[in-house]
């Protein structure tokens, strides 16, 4: 997701740290200071200081703790990320356990999400564990009083020449530690060609807490005293307690007490009645017998009706922001032999990891202590401290297991919750959001329409692309009026279309809506892929070209693209083609189908990673069965090649489900789903058969939490094109749409 | 109020509840067995499933009372030590990926190759059908449930990380 990057204070005090990381004689830590993108000036600048944060920590009997920074929902970074600190360092993996990094920004980069955990970790997690290893060598070689470099580091020892002399890690810890860090940016990486653990499958360290009932997610948190809540929150967004009687309440068993919590705005939380009991099963009971009268608000009326009328409004007509302006689309149009227009519409999404939100939190006097199943305990930590009253060193944040995040869980609405009702209470309180509340009081991903008109030359070659597009912007609803830049966050993977058409017009209008939106997995590409990469498809059709063959042609020429004005990525063609390239491959491209059966190609370039897929579908009376979906994806160099093919299998399967099951729709300025009756997920007799192919590559590792998932609509909407005609442009898709 | 015995992988308690209390949130927050999990109270994905006399039931939407004197195996009580053939299996294949739907397709799964050791597609369609993964580890749940078909007593890989 495009989350703000977090950058560490300049000082928070990095003796905090010391008191509460570097327990023990014994460890090793390493000190360092990054950013989400990579090294500031200002770290380089500093003199590195031993022994601050702990990426590493040796125990005299060798074994090997390594921290983790980042936060846990099932893609992998407990093992991904470790295992690059354990290369560098030369220890063995079977040597080594993981400890969740304390929530302390001045130190970590924490935050966890926009696939960027393994691109950003990739280089600094390097230069810690080089530089560790460094030391330990360094303090080998003084032992032995010889030069270090007549020394190496090999499976957590060090040792000399021809191995006479050999000195195991837990014994040199002592006096390396205690060793000057040297300067991280000039230390001495490994030659990838003597990677033992990166590029190989390595079982992930997570995984078996998950099989036996043992691993702690927030929900299973349980702590000495904890009472657990639920709150009552306005059905409207943005209404508030008009009054409320909660005699009834009370009178529930195990009901403890029945508070109101103000609305945090800088939470986006619209306040309600908590209710605490001893149970959570209680605390649900007597939040049913609460008596409530909302005031609605300004929201009530609307719908996504209303909301449709508005966007198609303002696509239909220019003055948008204008975020891609390439020759003169406009003109194109007019002199084209053939033009055709398209509108293409998806709604609200919201996450619903199977873990619904909550929260356990203590406020007391002086301190705070919270468990977060949270992407961003940062914010969380920020949130606890404004509601305790605290300054945020005095909260100590325990990130937990999550079960699912896509970007939902780096809000701060949980958390702030939790603390105002444990301030309330007195105690630990656990807050619960039902299945119910987590679909109704979510941040979703926007709805969106987009008014698309292309221009074919007389051979079928795309001369003009024109994309109007409206959502309810995610910039819009974070960033104060003033500052906001509603398109920033909605127009990447259409504004950087890498396709060789000579005119290129994209127009961007936020709507107003009530409706809370956020970071949902693979953010605005997760429509944008569906919209330019059926669209093309339908030029291809017109032009009666095959769409592989269209999308080789417009991507043969190597070229950059960057979206003006403030994208930082760049897209490069010769990647996307050969992703293209490789899929179609896999899947056969071309190889004749059953009648009924269809082939659909897409490719999409977000979060740095490049994915193409190819789709096949079945359409038996108007139902789409997806049988097998065919993914090529250069991400770079893989560093844990299972767990990255587990990722974009994820992300396909997210993607069917938005493609085919769940929608977000509002009436009366509420959501209308509640729960998988009716906000319903892909299941496994729907799942498809899914091979994922990497290009070998030696660039810098990218992510894959995200990718796989935009090319996942349009290849099968594409495919269903395919094998029936029909062009579907509203997801999800409906029997009755082919029928 | 009355006390409601109940046996929990072997092992009796007697619980003081609200006779109506979903067992699930007897099993997590009364005896503190948190490995079942919560994910929607209406017995339409599966995170709570638990063995009742060997059956996979829905612990959200089953009541305490009913359950008064009856055996109940949960993910804790699935194997001591990690080494049910479903387990292994899931370990071997790398299925999970968040997590927390697993303990209820493991105990599903369980169910399904005691009653058909070696289960078609159909078969597992039909079983793990009512459970909702929302990570899409679906083709892993398939290969794993083949996987531990196949190799009914299979030890369990050692080391790595932890």
Known sequence: MSAPRMRAPKSRDRRDFLKSGATGAAALVIGFHWSSDGWSQEAQERKPINPFDAWVRIESDGRVRLILAKSEMGQGVTTSLPMILAEELAVDWKQVSIEQAPTNPSVYDLGTGGSSSVRTSWLPLRQAGAAARAMLVQAAANRWAVNANTCRAEQGAVVHGPRTKRLPYGDLVAAASKLPVPDLTKVTLLNPAEFRLVGTDIPRADIPGKVDGSGVFGMDVRVPGMLYAVVARCPVFGGRVKRFDATKAKAVRGVKQVVEIPAVPEAHTAGGIAVVADSTWAAMRGRDALEIEWDEG?????????????????????????????????????????????????????????????????????????????????????????????????????????????????????????????????????????????????????????????????????????????????????????????????????????????????????????????????????????????????????????????????????????????????????????????????????????????????????????????????????????????????????????????????????????????????????????????????????????????????????????????????????????????????????????? | MAQITLTVNGKAHAVDVDPQTPLLWVLRDTLGMTGTKYGCGIAQCGACTVHLDGEPTRSCATVVEDVRGRSITTIEGLSADRTHPVQVAWIAEQVPQCGYCQSGMLMTAAELLKRKPKPTDADIDAAIGGHICRCGTYPRIRKAIKSAAAHPSRPAAGGGAK
């Open chain 1, 298 to 739: 300004e929201h009530a009326q609307e719908s996504s009706a209303t909301l449709r009328k508005q966007f198609d409004e303002l696509v239909s007509r220019p003055g948008g922001t204008l975020v891609r302006h390439d020759g003169d689309a406009e003109e194109a149009l007019g002199q084209a032999s053939q033009r055709i227009e398209a509108t293409y519409e998806v709604p609200f999404q919201n996450h619903s990891p199977m873990e619904p939100m909550n929260a356990t939190v203590h406020v007391r006097q002086d301190d705070a202590e919270a468990w977060l199943p949270s992407q961003g305990p940062q914010w969380g930590q920020d949130a606890i401290a404004k509601i305790a009253g605290l300054p945020a060193d005095k909260v100590v944040v325990h990130t937990t297991l999550m079960g699912g995040g896509f970007g939902r869980r780096y809000h701060a609405d949980f958390a702030a919750e939790a603390a105002q009702i444990s301030k309330a209470a007195h105690a630990p309180v656990k807050l619960v959001f039902t299945r119910e509340d987590d679909t109704q009081h979510g941040f979703y991903r926007p709805a969106s329409l987009h008014k698309l008109s292309g221009a074919l030359d007389a051979k079928g070659q795309p001369t003009a692309w024109l994309h109007r597009m409206s959502s309810v912007s995610i910039d819009g609803y974070w960033t104060p009026p003033d500052k906001a830049k509603p398109a920033s966050s909605e127009v990447g993977g259409a504004a950087n279309l890498g396709y060789a058409i000579p005119n290129l017009r994209m127009e961007y209008s936020p709507a107003k809506s009530g409706v809370p939106v956020m970071w949902w997995r693979s953010v605005e590409h997760s429509t944008n892929g569906f919209v330019t990469e059926c669209f093309l498809d339908e030029l291809a059709a017109a032009g009666k070209v095959d769409p592989l063959e269209l999308r080789l042609r417009l991507l043969a020429e190597p070229r950059k693209v960057r979206i003006p004005p403030d994208n930082e990525s760049t897209l490069d063609t010769s990647r996307l083609r050969a992703v293209v390239e490789l899929a179609a491959a896999k899947a056969g491209w071309g190889k004749p189908l059953p009648a009924g059966r269809g082939r659909g190609i897409a490719c999409h370039f977000s979060f740095e990673t490049y994915v193409a897929e190819v789709a096949e579908v079945t359409v038996t009376k108007g139902v789409v069965r997806v049988d097998r979906v065919v993914a090529a994806v250069d991400c770079g160099r893989v560093i844990n090649p299972d767990g990255a093919r587990a990722q974009i299998e994820g992300g396909i399967v997210y993607g069917l489900t938005a493609a085919l099951k769940s929608a977000i729709t509002i009436d009366r300025g509420r959501v209308q789903q509640g729960n998988f009756d009716d906000y319903e997920m892909l299941r496994i007799e729907e799942a498809p058969v899914i091979e994922v192919h990497f290009v070998p590559s030696d660039a810098a590792p990218t992510g894959t939490g995200e990718p796989g998932l935009p090319p996942t609509a349009p290849a099968v909407m594409n495919a269903v094109f395919a094998a029936t005609g029909r062009r579907l442009r509203r997801l999800p898709i409906t029997v009755e749409d082919l029928a």
